[in-house]
């Protein structure tokens, strides 16, 4: 199954802000939360079209990458779904065309699809790397998401 059509915000606390330049301490880990929206998922299962998503973990993040783990949950719109619980590891990273890019990846634990494989691709597109030069940080992000679950 394939939700190519959502949107995503994330909120970090702290700041995500530029690493200091070398020798470096550890990243800070940061808290990330998100909330957003699936639309249009394509499967031949015609009872999980759409729904919201939601995660919450943390790690050593900053504004030019890092990794991260939690947890997380798809909440189906269709009546007689069961939401679908899952664990991810993620890494945030700079494409090549100053695109960042957050992946996670995992499994579904519980609900539907269960030990399916999970892919959750974001593209930060709203990330104002100006705001990782400012004592708060970059706080919020947001962008186009796509979900894909596969079966074991």
Same mark, same amino acid.
């Given at each position: ?5 959502? $949107? ?6 702290? !700041? ?5 330049? %070398?020798?470096?301490?550890?990243? %800070?880990? &940061? ?11 394509? =499967? ?6 759409? +729904? *919201?998503?939601?995660?919450? +973990?943390?790690?050593?993040? $900053? ?6 783990? !939690?947890? +997380?949950? &798809? $909440?189906?719109?269709? %009546?007689?779904?069961?939401? =679908? /619980? ?12 100053? &695109?960042? &890019? ?11 699809? $269960? !030990?399916?494989?999970?892919?959750? *691709?974001?593209?930060?597109? =709203?990330? /104002? ?7 708060? !940080? ?12 596969? =079966?074991?």
């Amino acid at each position: 199954m394939t939700c190519p059509l959502g $949107t995503e915000s994330i909120t970090y606390t702290p !700041g995500l802000k530029l690493p200091a330049l %070398p020798p470096a301490p550890p990243n %800070p880990s &940061v808290s990330l939360s998100s909330t957003g929206t699936l639309a249009a998922c394509v =499967s031949l299962d015609l009872h999980h079209t759409s +729904g *919201t998503i939601t995660f919450s +973990g943390g790690g050593p993040l $900053t504004c030019l990458g890092g990794n991260s783990s !939690g947890s +997380g949950r &798809v $909440t189906w719109a269709n %009546p007689g779904t069961t939401p =679908s /619980d899952f664990a991810f590891t993620g890494g945030v990273s700079v494409r090549p065309d100053g &695109v960042t &890019v957050l992946v996670l990846t995992g499994s579904v634990t519980a609900g539907d699809f $269960t !030990g399916a494989a999970v892919v959750n *691709t974001i593209v930060l597109a =709203s990330t /104002d790397l100006t705001a990782c030069l400012t004592p708060a !940080g970059l706080t919020t992000s947001s962008g186009p998401i796509t979900l894909t679950l596969a =079966s074991p």
